[in-house]
């Protein structure tokens, strides 16, 4: 899908005109471009978190001139997809994911039944 398909689907699905359509989506992608610059995580519950990460300098290769070369250090958007996302795209590694951390958890113990007190012995008269 493409940015006219979306644009088009936004549309048809609150029936707005594609040019209303096209003014939201660029509202909320400008929004989130505008806080991940800043530095802000955007989080949408169920979709995913877009977020600034730093990438450290490091070397690397040019295959062409067969030479090392410096690569800075630079910040880079990172989109990280949210639970219920990965479990749309694929079911049966949400449904694993699931049961390996149902499996891991420990059962609880009951405690341990306490020692009744001794009955203290009736004073004698």
Known sequence: MNRIELVEK???AHNVSKA???????????????????????????????KQVARAARTGFNPQAGAKIKIAAQKVPKFVPGAAFK??????????????????KPAKKAAPAK???????????
């Open 10 to 12: 936004i549309a048809t």
């Open 20 to 50: 209303e359509a096209a003014r939201i989506l660029e509202t909320v992608t400008g929004s989130i471009v505008a806080a991940v610059k800043k530095g802000d995580p955007v989080q949408l519950i169920g979709f995913g978190t877009f």
């Open 87 to 104: 479990a749309a795209i694929d079911p049966k590694a949400a449904k694993r994911k699931a049961d390996k951390a149902a499996a891991a």
């Open 115 to 125: 020692k009744a007190a001794p009955a203290k012995k009736a004073a004698k008269k």
